[in-house]
């Protein structure tokens, strides 16, 4: 393994000034992000996965597959509840 060449470490592509600037301009040229979607969804998935988990304050047993916790259905259910509470102008009308 110390032998083996990685293209994404050995070299990386220049980053940009942020993610959120990358995502612009790939929505106007229509050319995909530095960084793959399901990347950003699997980083952006273990920091929620740990915000639940000190949320509980218990250790979690996550299924990567199914994307649900394993034998623990309270903090299932917490996966599709927002972690804030919207703006009320942004909530939708009765």
């Known amino acids: 393994m110390l032998k083996t060449k990685f293209d994404l470490v050995d070299n990386p592509a220049p980053r940009q000034t942020s993610e ?5 301009d790939s929505v106007k040229s229509r050319e995909p992000t530095g960084e793959p979607a399901d990347v950003g969804h699997h980083v952006t998935s273990t920091c929620l996965l740990g915000h639940l988990a000190v949320r509980l304050n218990e250790p979690l047993k996550w299924d990567g597959a199914s994307e649900r916790f394993v034998d623990n259905e309270p903090a299932n259910k917490m996966l599709d509840q927002p972690i804030v509470t919207p703006a009320p102008e942004l909530q939708k009308k009765a």
Not at 20 to 24: A, T
């Open 20 to 24: 959120k600037r990358d995502f612009l």
